[in-house]
């Protein structure tokens, strides 16, 4: 029976043909995890897009007390894609949360903030539509081993790529692995992870991604990029986690383990997310212009508005310890808070590869795949909305190699953050422009800082690493 909604049809019309015999639901915890649980195709029905199913959210990180636990997830059947995972025939929907008392969206749940940064931009009249193009890097290894307990830490990671195996005996050993820094772009042998990629690659798209581009990143050890195309805020947010869900379990079915750690190996690159962002409206788009690099007055302010907040930024794009072990310089990472159209050193770069208006973007460069894509992009889009608004002047453009510039040039230009602690603290003094349209709220805003603090930092500040045995254990 129709539902007089176009995309429920769609829904029901998949699952008829797909023969599905399992709905999984999944839906976002507040640092940045998909969540899922599954339902027999008896229990679902056009009423499911209405009245939801109800779950206790009290486990979930940073959600409710145990005292006031009971959630309600709602479908979106926006976002039906078939599940190649799972061997029964398993239609998968991604979620939005709900307030079972008011059913009013849950203020901490990562899509609703989203949501809530998309209908912002609108009400601004600046512009209809926000593009998000995530690059997540990720490495994929052979092996990963960690454990840590009063008496023990340690982790051990592994790669047939990993230029450290040189001289082990591998029954034979066949060479051609990365030398460190040097794994962009080689052909294979070198690069054993081409058809591992692809299939990635053609996972991502029988779900209906489109891909741009796969290649091998720079690092030893199995790190990769796959490029998407760019997409509206909450569309780009939902595909990454998707993509992320994808690229991770095609590669344990090739008895392989994906990590998106910003900074899993020690002495060579870090995988990052560099998110391209552009401001639409009614079909037209609004970062060309006449302007530096090509670009519109209100772009150079979209760019002020990132460089102004990037400090209190960093705590949704960066949002882990982890995080600041990448952004150090030599590694290619964007420490200096500057912009450049073509200098991959500073922040923010204005790609050149087109003159096309529709592909004038700005390219954010420090934020890593550890991030909540909801919130990252959002926060982004706030920054840069704040940058419009109040005419935020980004300076003078960063066209130099940092390399050749003197020290006492190089101290004038600021940097990230050197910890998620000082991140936390420059969001806590810094996050007015985050409230605006409700998008985000104190609430939010606290409980983030909090959670970080006492689930992430303080425990790692309380647990001695191995390094440091290395370096005091003779004192």
Same mark, same amino acid.
């Given at each position: 029976?129709?539902?007089?909604?176009?995309?429920?049809?769609?829904?029901?019309?998949?699952?008829?043909?797909?023969?599905?015999?399992?709905?999984?639901?999944?839906?976002?915890?507040?640092?940045?995890?998909?969540?899922?649980?599954?339902?027999?195709?008896?229990?679902?029905?056009?009423?499911?897009?209405?009245?939801?199913?109800?779950?206790?959210?009290?486990? &979930?990180?940073?959600?409710?007390?145990?005292?006031?636990?009971?959630? &309600?997830?709602?479908?979106?059947?926006?976002?039906?894609?078939? =599940?190649?995972?799972?061997?029964?025939?398993?239609?998968?929907?991604?979620?939005?949360?709900?307030?079972?008392?008011?059913?009013?969206?849950?203020?901490?749940?990562?899509?609703?903030?989203?949501?809530?940064?998309?209908?912002?931009?609108?009400?601004?009249?600046?512009?209809?539509?926000?593009?998000?193009?995530?690059?997540?890097?990720?490495?994929?290894?052979?092996?990963?081993?960690?454990?840590?307990? #009063?008496?023990?830490?340690?982790?051990?990671? =592994?790669?047939?790529?990993?230029?450290? $195996?040189? *001289?082990?005996?591998?029954?034979?050993?066949?060479?051609?692995? #990365?030398?460190?820094?040097?794994?962009?772009? @080689?052909?294979?042998?070198?690069?054993? &992870?081409?058809?591992?990629?692809?299939?990635?690659?053609?996972?991502?798209?029988?779900?209906?991604?489109?891909?741009?581009?796969?290649?091998?990143?720079?690092?030893? *050890?199995?790190?990769?990029?796959?490029?998407?195309?760019?997409? #509206?805020?909450?569309?780009?947010?939902?595909?990454?986690?998707?993509? /992320?869900?994808?690229?991770?379990?095609?590669?344990?079915? $090739?008895?392989?383990?994906?990590?998106?750690?910003?900074?899993?190996?020690?002495?060579?690159?870090?995988?990052?997310?560099?998110?391209?962002?552009?401001?639409?409206?009614?079909?037209? @788009?609004?970062?060309?212009?006449?302007?530096?690099?090509?670009?519109?007055?209100?772009?150079?302010?979209?760019?002020?508005? &990132? +460089?102004?907040?990037?400090?209190?930024?960093?705590?949704?794009? $960066?949002?882990?310890?982890?995080?600041?072990?990448? +952004?150090?310089?030599?590694?290619?990472?964007?420490?200096?808070?500057?912009?450049?159209?073509?200098?991959?050193?500073?922040?923010?770069?204005?790609?050149?590869?087109?003159?096309?208006?529709?592909?004038?973007?700005?390219?954010?460069?420090?934020?890593?795949?550890?991030? $909540?894509?909801?919130?990252?992009?959002?926060?982004?889009?706030?920054?840069?909305?704040?940058?419009?608004?109040?005419?935020?002047?980004?300076?003078?453009?960063?066209?130099?190699?940092?390399?050749?510039?003197?020290?006492?040039?190089?101290?004038?230009? @600021?940097?990230?953050?050197?910890?998620?602690?000082?991140?936390?603290?420059?969001?806590? =003094?810094?996050?007015?422009?985050?409230?605006?349209?409700?998008?985000?709220?104190?609430?939010?805003?606290?409980?983030?800082?909090?959670? /970080?603090?006492?689930?992430?930092?303080?425990?790692?500040?309380?647990?001695?690493? @191995?390094?440091?045995?290395?370096?005091?254990?003779?004192?």
């Amino acid at each position: 029976m129709a539902s007089g909604n176009p995309s429920i049809d769609k829904v029901f019309s998949f699952i008829k043909t797909n023969k599905i015999q399992f709905v999984d639901f999944k839906f976002m915890d507040f640092p940045g995890q998909w969540q899922h649980f599954t339902v027999p195709i008896s229990q679902f029905s056009v009423d499911s897009f209405e009245n939801g199913y109800g779950f206790d959210g009290s486990s &979930l990180r940073g959600w409710k007390r145990i005292n006031e636990s009971d959630m &309600l997830i709602i479908p979106d059947p926006e976002t039906m894609f078939f =599940d190649p995972f799972i061997a029964a025939p398993t239609l998968s929907l991604i979620c939005d949360v709900f307030e079972p008392a008011t059913r009013e969206k849950y203020s901490r749940c990562p899509r609703n903030i989203a949501q809530k940064a998309d209908a912002f931009l609108k009400s601004t009249g600046l512009a209809d539509m926000a593009y998000f193009g995530p690059e997540a890097e990720f490495f994929i290894f052979d092996d990963v081993q960690f454990d840590s307990s #009063p008496n023990s830490a340690f982790y051990h990671l =592994d790669s047939i790529e990993g230029k450290w $195996n040189s *001289g082990r005996d591998e029954g034979p050993n066949l060479g051609y692995k #990365p030398r460190y820094k040097e794994g962009y772009f @080689p052909v294979p042998p070198t690069d054993s &992870l081409m058809d591992l990629r692809n299939e990635m690659v053609l996972n991502l798209q029988n779900v209906g991604i489109e891909v741009e581009a796969q290649h091998h990143e720079v690092a030893s *050890g199995g790190q990769c990029e796959i490029d998407l195309k760019f997409q #509206p805020l909450l569309k780009a947010a939902d595909q990454l986690l998707m993509f /992320k869900y994808i690229v991770k379990n095609t590669a344990k079915m $090739n008895n392989k383990t994906v990590t998106y750690m910003p900074k899993p190996i020690f002495g060579d690159n870090g995988s990052g997310m560099h998110v391209h962002s552009s401001l639409w409206k009614k079909g037209k @788009p609004l970062f060309a212009g006449g302007g530096y690099a090509g670009l519109s007055e209100m772009a150079l302010y979209f760019i002020g508005g &990132l +460089l102004a907040h990037a400090p209190s930024l960093l705590a949704f794009t $960066n949002p882990t310890t982890n995080s600041y072990k990448r +952004l150090v310089p030599g590694y290619e990472a964007p420490v200096n808070l500057a912009y450049s159209q073509r200098n991959r050193s500073a922040s923010i770069r204005i790609p050149m590869y087109s003159n096309s208006p529709k592909s004038k973007r700005v390219e954010f460069r420090c934020p890593d795949p550890a991030a $909540n894509p909801y919130l990252a992009f959002s926060a982004i889009l706030m920054a840069g909305i704040d940058g419009i608004v109040n005419r935020i002047e980004p300076g003078e453009p960063l066209d130099k190699d940092i390399y050749d510039m003197s020290p006492e040039d190089l101290k004038e230009v @600021p940097s990230t953050p050197e910890s998620l602690g000082a991140a936390l603290k420059a969001l806590a =003094d810094d996050h007015e422009y985050l409230l605006k349209g409700d998008v985000f709220t104190e609430d939010v805003i606290h409980t983030w800082i909090n959670y /970080k603090i006492e689930k992430e930092i303080k425990p790692m500040a309380l647990r001695p690493t @191995p390094h440091e045995f290395e370096l005091y254990y003779d004192v």
